[in-house]
């Protein structure tokens, strides 16, 4: 009996010893997931030959509408305003390349950026797209521009025209001469290598302003409206971009900015301040 009771007690220790040894310490807690560091910085995309929205100053300093009002934006968030100056048919992808934080340089709204994925602010500005002629070419209308080299900028909404709803009206031209930036443009006008130039009302009218011998034509070739592009993963980004654009409308810089001599072109097409 006692041999028994002494085999009984040595398995109820190994079998104590065993649960012993197989019971799983508490998984420890997961990290507390940090919170993201607070933005510093802010990286604007811009065209650097683009005015009155975006072009570089006598100064050598970007200056522009634009450029003014999203540098009142980082002044109010705190946060230091950066300019690259993208190559703009190559925007979208310099932007989801992280060159930079947005595109905002009197930027077209196109369905086609939506259907990508791209979050687009509220739009800030009306649009229309002219023909640009020397002031002496007898040319009065886009019909008298049959057979003709008409420039546009390469990446634009003039160029996306041309090749969608005014397909019809860039059949009848000569050549449709695509252009690197819109200056090249003006530069082959001038130059007698176009006949034309198809570009935004206000950069059109800008140009011809400071420079004699040329004319806009009286014809608006197609209606739009201006925003800002941020990557689909940045819709937080924009809300908050687009809160601080109100703040400045309430508190009357923007308004400041737009009365400068230099944006009396735009003035009036300004969304924010028609409300």
């Known amino acids: 009996m006692k041999k028994l009771f002494a085999m009984l007690l040595a398995f109820a220790m190994v079998f104590a010893l065993c649960a012993c040894g197989s019971t799983a310490s508490a998984p420890a807690a997961?990290?507390?997931e940090e919170a993201a560091p607070?933005?510093?910085s802010f990286i604007m995309g811009i065209d650097p030959?683009?005015?009155?929205f975006s072009y570089l100053g006598d100064d050598g300093n970007y200056t522009g509408f634009d450029v003014e009002v999203c540098r009142a934006?980082?002044?109010s968030l705190g946060w230091e305003l950066k300019i690259f100056g993208v190559n703009w048919d190559e925007k979208l992808v310099q932007l989801d390349s992280m060159e930079c934080d947005c595109v905002w340089s009197g930027m077209t709204i196109l369905d086609s950026m939506k259907e990508a994925g791209y979050v687009i602010s509220?739009?800030?500005y009306d649009n229309t797209q002219v023909l640009v002629v020397k002031a002496d070419s007898g040319f009065e209308s886009s019909a008298d521009l049959a057979g003709k080299?008409?420039?546009?900028q390469l990446g634009t909404s003039g160029e996306a025209?041309?090749?969608g709803d005014l397909a019809e009206l860039a059949g009848t031209f000569g050549q449709v001469l695509t252009c690197d930036s819109f200056l090249k443009c003006f530069t082959e006008l001038e130059g007698n290598a176009a006949d034309a130039v198809f570009v935004d009302m206000p950069v059109a009218a800008s140009y011809v302003a400071s420079h004699e011998g040329l004319s806009i034509l009286d014809e608006n070739l197609g209606a739009e409206q201006y925003g800002i592009a941020f990557r689909s993963s940045d819709a937080e980004l924009c809300a908050q971009v687009d809160a601080a654009v109100q703040a400045l409308?309430?508190?009357g810089t923007y308004a400041k900015i737009a009365a400068k001599e230099e944006y009396a072109d735009i003035v009036n097409n300004l969304l924010f301040l028609s409300k």
């Open 30 to 32: 997961a990290p507390a």
């Open 149 to 152: 080299i008409v420039a546009v």
């Open 38 to 40: 607070a933005r510093t």
């Open 122 to 124: 509220e739009p800030y």
């Open 73 to 75: 934006v980082c002044d």
């Open 49 to 52: 030959e683009y005015p009155p």
């Open 161 to 163: 025209l041309l090749n």
């Open 249 to 251: 409308v309430a508190d």
